[in-house]
Nanobody, 121 residues
Framework: QVQLAESGGGLVQAGGSLRLSCAASGRTFSNYAVGWFRQAPGKERDLVAAISWNTGTPYYADSVKGRFAISRDNAKNTVNLQMNSLKPEDTAVYYC??????????????WGQGTQVTVSS
């Protein structure tokens, strides 16, 4: 079983940027998809962005298109999520997950512990 660790969350003003990272232990991301999910209090956990490790093919939810960018780093075995033009509605706990494919969300089997992102207005 793979272990996933998120980092990079924090507090930022609306319009600012954050960069989240997801690092894997125990195995590589090869032959898998890596996704970022988020969950606000009282809300469902939703897929925000995902990437195929081998091809780099990305997926973005409509709510973050043009603002977020997902990428992979082969040398460090990590997946990053660059979040720009942040809005208060982006406030949530963000989770990294590994799965069999980019979509649907139930393709993801292994999860990190989550990192808090708070965007002030």
């Amino acid at each position: 079983q793979v272990q996933l660790a998120e980092s990079g969350g924090g507090l930022v003003q609306a319009g600012g940027s954050l960069r989240l990272s997801c690092a894997a232990s125990g195995r590589t991301f090869s032959n898998y998809a890596v996704g970022w999910f988020r969950q606000a209090p009282g809300k469902e956990r939703d897929l925000v962005a995902a990437i195929s490790w081998n091809t780099g093919t990305p997926y973005y939810a409509d709510s973050v298109k043009g603002r977020f960018a997902i990428s992979r780093d082969n040398a460090k075995n990590t997946v990053n999520l660059q979040m720009n033009s942040l809005k208060p509605e982006d406030t949530a706990v963000y989770y990294c997950a590994q799965g069999k494919r980019l979509w649907p969300s139930n393709a993801y089997d292994y999860w990190g512990q989550g990192t808090q992102v708070t965007v002030s207005s």
